[in-house]
């Protein structure tokens, strides 16, 4: 990671959706993070969080009953702010790459994958002539480890693990300065797991200008390739954090947090009891509290991120000697 300015600058960004017959639905609020150049940002939190919303409305790609707030600076322009026009012309593919969380839909029906691979390569890197567009489809393929026999079918013909990786193709072809990873690993086994999330970081490390942003609830993926992780739950960034500390011995200090890690198979395998709130009716306090063990009164007050970590009680700074200990 460097010191230069961020990739993408997040300020206060929160979305609401207005349903008929019943008040906003709070699908992300007050989110505030940065993704420096150098770096993978992961994403993580259960389904339902608000994770998906986030990556949608920095595309602006919000159903008509989404309301926007703060801003999402790439660069000098504000994602939220900005035209269709803008966005379609300048931003998607070119500066903002995205591996969607469901290809079938991204996919174009009636078109085979070379088609649309190739017609990619000549949108996005000026690539001309009918040779050139054939090998450059075949290494965009290979790049995310789609069969090149393949490459002559149609989406309908492909298994989900295959869609995916003809769509994290596409996401990579145009070598943009940000690439958003929804969920890229959906359908895949572990070895193809491994060869997609390298992949992505490979993007990033190519050049010193490129950062990625992994929303995953594959948490072996995240600590793989991740720098620091940012933590969701009921659509507010309750923990935002170093990898290295997240997954190391001293662990993350949100009590959520720490709960995602203990559910994992090869850790104490143990679910966070009850269930996330409904984002319609959020509580006044920490949203959180009602599947804690550490909720005290002071929970019904809402919990500001300070530092690292929003949370009334959070799990203390372990020292090298604690760890040790």
Known sequence: MTERPPVLSVRGLSVRFLVSGSGPVAAVT?????????????????????????????????????QTAGRALLGDLDLLAADERTLARTVRGRRIGLVPQSPAAHLTPVRTIRAQTEETVAALTGVRGRAALRAAAEKAAARAAFPADHLDRHPHELSGGLAQRAATALALIGDAPLLLADEPTTGLDRDLVDHTVDELRRHVDAAGDRALLIITHDLAAAERIADRVAVMYAGRIVELTDADTFFGASGPRHPYSRGLLNALPDRAFTPIPGLPPELGALPGGCAFAARCDHATPACATLPPLTETVACHHPHPVETLEDVRA
């Open 30 to 66: 007050d989110a505030h993070f940065d993704v420096v150049p150098g770096e993978c940002l992961a994403l993580v939190g259960e389904s339902g969080c608000g994770k998906s919303v986030l990556a949608s409305a920095l595309l602006g790609l919000l159903p008509a009953n989404a």
